[in-house]
């Protein structure tokens, strides 16, 4: 105790403001520092979510080729039925497509 109390109080502050300010730097940059394996398990899981959404847009572009395909055949006597079927075709496309979208998400999420 004696020794405190020949330390001025004002060092004694601004090493207390010192080392708090230490302590908040190292407490903010240590969890930013990932480690080799975390970076990789990311990007792994990027180029999955990836890769998923680009199976999404090819089966809502082949839904949308399919359903036009569809209506072209059409010969003009059944045009209702025709339309029905083109646009289920796309609802299908549509609904794969999502839950490619959703599994990439999930995939991000996980990160």
Do not use: H, W
Not at 10 to 15: D, E, G, I, P, S
Not at 16 to 42: M, N, Q, V
Not at 93 to 102: R, T, V
């Amino acid at each position: 105790m004696a020794r405190l109390q020949q330390i001025p109080p004002k060092a004694m502050k601004t090493t207390t403001i010192y080392s708090l300010f230490g302590a908040a730097i190292a407490f903010t940059l240590l969890p930013a520092c990932d480690s080799k394996e975390e970076d990789r398990r990311e990007k792994a899981l990027e180029r999955q979510a990836d890769t998923l959404e680009d199976q999404a847009k090819t089966a809502r572009e082949r839904g949308e080729k399919v359903a036009d395909a569809i209506e072209k055949s059409d010969p003009g006597p059944n045009s209702a039925a025709t339309e029905r079927d083109a646009n289920a075709v796309r609802r299908e496309a549509e609904k794969k497509a999502d839950q490619l979208e959703d599994k990439a998400d999930t995939l991000r999420d996980n990160k």
